[in-house]
């Protein structure tokens, strides 16, 4: 158990909705970072987060968006739902910025879009 | 983004050591290199990370070259649950893991 929480654990929906998809960092952890692992294109990263502040960003779509909240609970909401938005989206937490610590990974979210 | 190279698959068997190798021929001196492996149905899970002299930890152990352009991760010995994907990763100072394919390793019993 790496201490991050990722809910929900499966999300079956419809193109055009919109979800979100939420994440607990461990506990102290001041960094969250959002993952999409695909068939096709592999773990991709997304967006970081550092304290509530967006840190960098990945190849995420405009239609997806994230915030860090001041408990560092951490959302990403995914709108406009295209089939191939179907993944596992992860989220990873760790304490620092990120530049060189180990990242804790949830078990991550299974959204799949009919 | 930093670039790897790892081989797309390696076999091991059972109780023996296995040696994931891992190019990074665009290292600089800052950048750090970190191993992750994702078992099946997991989130990728940390193994281990190092900048200039070979590491060791419960896990694995980590060799890396002495010009830093190649590095090795040492399973001492190999168990069925070591089957994973393994990423070898090149992190730039400031910037954030860039996962690439990976080596799946399979371990024989």
């Known amino acids: 158990d790496s201490g991050v929480t990722q809910t929900p654990k499966h999300l079956i929906t419809a193109t055009g909705q919109r979800v979100t998809l939420r994440c607990s960092p461990r506990s102290g952890d001041l960094s969250v970072y959002w993952y999409q692992q695909s068939l096709d294109q592999g773990l991709q990263f997304l967006i970081h987060?550092?304290?509530?502040?967006?840190?960098a960003k990945g190849n995420i779509l405009e239609r997806f968006s994230a915030q860090q909240f001041p408990d560092l609970h951490s959302e990403l909401n995914l709108s406009s739902l295209e089939l191939g938005d179907s993944a596992l989206y992860f989220c990873?937490?760790?304490?620092?910025?990120?530049?060189?610590?180990?990242?804790?990974f949830g078990e991550g979210s299974r959204l799949t879009v009919l | 983004d930093a670039k790897t190279t790892q081989p797309n698959s390696m076999e091991s068997n059972e109780e023996e050591p296995v040696h994931l190798p891992c190019n990074h021929s665009?290292?600089?001196?800052?950048?750090?290199i970190h191993w992750y492996r994702q078992l099946p149905s997991q989130g990728p899970e940390y193994v281990i990370h190092?900048?200039?002299s070979n590491v060791n930890n419960r896990m694995a152990s980590l060799a890396i070259a002495e010009d830093r352009k190649s590095s090795t991760l040492i399973l001492h010995r190999a168990t069925l649950r070591d089957a994973a994907v393994y990423y070898c990763?090149?992190?730039?100072?400031?910037?954030?893991?860039?996962f690439g394919a990976g080596t799946i390793l399979r371990v024989k019993s």
């Open positions: 665009t290292i600089s001196g800052t950048d750090y």
């Open positions: 990763i090149h992190l730039e100072y400031g910037n954030k893991l860039v």
């Open positions: 987060y550092y304290n509530g502040e967006e840190r």
């Open positions: 190092g900048l200039t």
């Open positions: 990873a937490s760790t304490s620092g910025g990120g530049d060189t610590g180990e990242l804790f």
